[in-house]
């Protein structure tokens, strides 16, 4: 397996120095620098199928290369990229990733947890080999529940079907698609027989979303929360997609219209027009009256209409008694009575902790309002930066590079406090937020290249994202105001395998043909 990883790795260099664009090395030298720094500091308790001592051959071959002037980004990139691979194993049912990098109790098969399953699709597309996640989406549709005492899929909420999607936009292959539909469509079904409640919406405790001790939430009530409604919306839309993709137009108009009841649905019944902002609507009747970050949640998948009132939810990012906080997003508003009142901060509490998890979800959602709609209320580029920037500055622990569960919103304290199960905690995207919304390369069908940035203006004079492996082709995107930095030109560069193909003075929005 390394033979043929160094084999690919020198061939990729070999067409890089023969087509005249051999940056690549500068930058594998930087990525060795950071796996070096990571490793000196890791004890490196448990190993899967790439140890520490192989991670820089590893990523060097998988991994799209990032070099920006902001130092606490890019540090943070190449953190987030050496954690994940750390969670991949080879089980005797193909390759999967881990949630815990330590067995759990509440784990399936293999330490195999489905809560962040969309998150690692979503992180993982970016790798150049694909099959790493194609074992694993087969791992949760076939074979995840095969021989286990009860459902471990299931167990918590899913937007696969929307990853799985995604994830073919960067790297297509129509038969996976065929392969595995059948299997998706009957996932949906059974979603419906076990979650949908007779006025349409899904019902859903906080425990099995993942958020366990929330605000709105209950362990035993079937409320209708906005997560996972806006999962099945953003899985029958894709759905639809991969149908029409596939010519099945039954199955095409039968998702269109599971997506429409459910996008009307959700505007209709969770949007709480007094508090302007998408609600938990209670089993026994009424919506929750608090704000929690679950609320932006139907932007991840671009549900909500394009209109201002309620764009104006986002307001509330930017408030102190909403959900700014000194060491990032919460997951309540801090001004609700209840805040923080559920946990001795030391069990799991959503109630305004700070979770990875949603902090990813959350700027996930306001990088989709920004590039896919008009309205977007006081949100821009400036505030999509400073958030992601704090995400990223919320990664450390006793001064060094950290991951874990969640932490206090006022001093950054890690509230898992030591115990190793949170070390690496897998639970959420970081990589993917600067290739797809920040950097802004936006997959899709057919064979343009399209680029959205969301760098704020006049905020960079030069970044570089390379070995970007995109519809079987080698991306590098640069911004070189000056020309100076990567001695290629002035301005916005494109380069698809080797070769150059777009250059503009300013650095914006473009789709350009992949030739």
């Not at 720094?37 to 060097?60: G, R, T, W």
């Not at 429409?260 to 902002?277: E, H, I, R, T, Y």
């Amino acid at each position: 397996m390394m033979k043929k990883r160094n084999l690919i790795a020198a061939i990729g260099l070999s067409i890089a120095t023969i087509t005249g664009f051999a940056q690549q090395k500068a930058n594998t030298d930087q990525l060795k620098k950071y796996v070096e720094y990571f490793n000196s500091v890791d004890s490196e308790a448990v190993k899967n199928y790439i140890p520490n001592a192989q991670a820089f051959e590893f990523l060097a071959e998988q991994a799209p290369l990032f070099e920006c002037p902001d130092p606490v980004l890019e540090q943070n990139y190449y953190y987030r990229l050496w954690t994940f691979r750390k969670h991949l194993v080879k089980s005797p049912e193909g390759f999967i990733f881990t949630e815990f990098i330590e067995p759990v109790k509440h784990a399936g098969k293999y330490n195999s947890i489905s809560c962040a399953l969309g998150h690692h699709i979503y992180e993982g597309r970016w790798f150049k080999d694909n099959s790493y996640l194609k074992d694993y989406i087969k791992f949760w549709l076939y074979k995840a529940d095969v021989g286990q005492s009860k459902q471990r899929f299931h167990q918590f909420s899913s937007w696969i079907d929307d990853a799985v999607y995604q994830n073919f936009l960067v790297k297509p292959d129509q038969g996976f698609l065929k392969e595995i539909l059948p299997a998706l469509d009957a996932d949906f079904t059974k979603w419906e027989t076990e979650r949908q409640r007779k006025n349409g919406l899904f019902w859903q405790n906080d425990v099995k979303d993942g958020m366990e001790e929330s605000i709105s939430g209950s362990r035993k009530d079937q409320n209708q929360r906005p997560t996972i409604n806006s999962y099945m919306y953003g899985n029958a839309v894709a759905l639809n997609k991969m149908a029409v993709l596939l010519g099945d137009q039954s199955l095409a108009d039968k998702y269109q219209a599971k997506a429409n009841v459910l996008k009307k649905l959700v505007q209709d019944s969770l949007w709480n027009a007094k508090s302007m902002f998408f609600e938990t609507r209670k089993a026994k009747g009424g919506l929750a009256n608090v704000r929690e970050a679950i609320g932006f949640t139907p932007w991840d998948f671009n549900l909500p209409d394009d209109q201002s009132t309620y764009a104006k939810a986002w307001d509330q990012l930017l408030d102190t008694a909403g959900f700014k906080a000194p060491w990032g997003l919460t997951t309540a508003e801090r001004r609700d009575p209840t805040f923080r009142t559920r946990g001795s901060g030391h069990s799991c509490e959503w109630d305004g902790a700070l979770w990875p998890f949603a902090s990813s979800q959350t700027l996930k959602g306001l990088a989709n309002l920004l590039t896919n709609y008009k309205k977007h209320g006081k949100m821009n580029a400036d505030v999509f930066y400073q958030e992601l920037h704090q995400y990223a500055a919320s990664h450390v622990k006793n001064g060094r590079p950290y991951i874990g569960e969640y932490q206090d919103e006022k001093t950054g304290e890690w509230l898992k406090g030591d115990n190793p199960r949170s070390s690496f905690y897998n639970h959420s995207t970081f990589c993917d937020l600067i290739i797809n919304d920040l950097i802004g390369i936006k997959p899709r069908q057919d064979n343009v290249l399209e680029v959205f940035p969301l760098i704020p203006k006049n905020k960079w004079k030069w970044f570089k994202l390379d070995n970007v492996t995109y519809h079987d082709q080698l991306v590098t995107l640069i911004w070189d105001k000056s020309g100076e930095k990567y001695k290629k030109g002035k301005g916005f560069l494109v380069f698809v395998n080797g070769k150059q193909i777009y250059q503009s003075k300013n650095l914006k929005h473009i789709e350009v043909l992949m030739k």
